[in-house]
């Protein structure tokens, strides 16, 4: 079965740091482009930031840019996302996605096709 599973998620106070991570079970994160979306109550899931199959590029919502860092590492088989300069407006449940071999990275949530169930990112003022 493959599937997506998302850790690091937790309580932070304003201006402290987490770091997500996202392990794959039945395939492998090396050639998939790769992305964070995240759900905030009430809102629809919104792009946070994406990284290319071969992890050259990245891209990142306007909202985190500067504050948050995507990352690949092809020998672990994992995906990170480094938070820092965390704001309450960052609480919302991050998921992790996968695209198809070798596509383009995007924005779009239907871009993705395998995605994990989430981790609550909770952001204390």
């Known amino acids: 079965q493959v599937q997506l599973v998302e850790s690091g998620g937790g309580l932070m106070q304003a201006g402290g740091s987490l770091r997500l991570s996202c392990v794959p079970s039945?395939?492998?994160?090396?050639?998939?482009?790769m992305a964070w979306f995240r759900q905030a109550p009430g809102k629809e899931r919104e792009f946070v930031a994406a990284?290319?199959?071969?992890?050259?590029?990245?891209d990142y919502a306007d909202s985190v840019k500067g504050r948050f860092t995507i990352s690949k590492d092809n020998a672990q088989n994992t995906v990170f996302l480094q938070m820092n300069s965390l704001k309450p407006e960052d609480t919302a449940v991050y998921y992790c996605?996968?695209?198809?071999?070798?596509?383009?990275?995007?924005?779009?949530?239907?871009?993705?096709?395998?995605w994990g169930q989430g981790t609550q990112v909770t952001v204390s003022s």
């Open positions: 996605a996968a695209a198809p071999i070798f596509d383009s990275r995007s924005r779009s949530v239907l871009h993705y096709d395998i």
């Open positions: 039945g395939l492998t994160f090396s050639n998939r482009p």
């Open positions: 990284i290319s199959w071969s992890g050259i590029s990245t």
